[in-house]
């Protein structure tokens, strides 16, 4: 069974800090991995999708990283803003489910 | 191009009323989700549609939940009688890629669903 884990639960930095939010996952046969930001009372709004086949994808400030092998991928924020506060999830799709599968998310406040 | 739509944005019930939710996804994609997100945790898919066939209701709690998309486009989600741990966001999500889900869903802004 897809389990996804995502550290830290919480956090909270000063405006330009860089930040790096882990997820891992267990079963490395897996589609693809989605990171979403989530704001409060807000659907969730799709960041960077990667596919098994692909280590790393970029979008302005944002990028995420894959290592299938190892059930890991990191989200670099560069130069945080006090716009980035929100909650970020990972979700993962497996072969053997179809589903996508959720972390509990990573909580993010920057403060000015 | 228009986003998910999703309806109402928030709901109050008291424990054992009815309630629906509705959900308009993104013209032209065939594959319609809806999602379960209790305070706290990540969404939990509940029911995924393929046009207005059911491919997966496996946690869907069948016995107080049903869902339908009739003419494959809206869908509508409802649950009778509704419990106090129904209490959740309720995301409706859309994708353009059939069953290998190997493209992004785009997801409505939920309904609130509050069960006092």
């Known amino acids: 069974k897809q389990e996804v884990t995502q550290i830290p639960a919480a956090l909270s930095v000063p405006e330009g800090e860089n930040l790096v939010l882990n997820c891992s996952f267990t079963d490395s046969a897996i589609y693809n991995l989605q990171w979403f930001r989530q704001d409060p009372g807000k659907g969730l709004t799709s960041l960077l999708l990667?596919?098994?086949?692909?280590r790393e994808q970029t979008s302005g400030r944002l990028n995420a990283s894959l290592d299938k092998s190892s059930g890991r991928s990191t989200l670099y924020i560069a130069a945080s803003q006090p716009g980035d506060s929100a909650t970020y999830l990972c979700?993962?799709?497996?072969?053997?489910?179809?589903?996508?599968?959720f972390g509990t998310g990573t909580r993010l406040q920057v403060f000015p | 191009e228009a986003g998910v739509a999703q309806s109402p944005r928030y709901k109050i019930i008291e424990k054992r009323q009815s309630v629906a939710f509705w959900c308009n996804p993104i013209s032209g994609h065939a594959t319609l989700y809806w999602y379960q997100q209790i305070l706290g945790q990540g969404p939990k898919l509940l029911i995924q549609f393929q046009n207005n066939g059911v491919v997966d209701d496996s946690q869907l709690p069948k016995d107080r939940f049903s869902a339908e998309r009739l003419k494959g486009v809206d869908s509508t989600l409802k649950i009778q009688p509704a419990k106090l741990e129904d209490s959740a966001v309720y995301l409706c999500?859309?994708?353009?890629?059939?069953?290998?889900?190997?493209?992004?869903?785009?997801f409505g802004p939920g309904t609130r669903l509050t069960v006092t």
């Open positions: 999500a859309s994708s353009s890629e059939g069953l290998a889900l190997s493209y992004e869903q785009y």
């Open positions: 990667i596919q098994s086949s692909q």
């Open positions: 979700a993962v799709v497996s072969y053997n489910t179809d589903k996508l599968i």
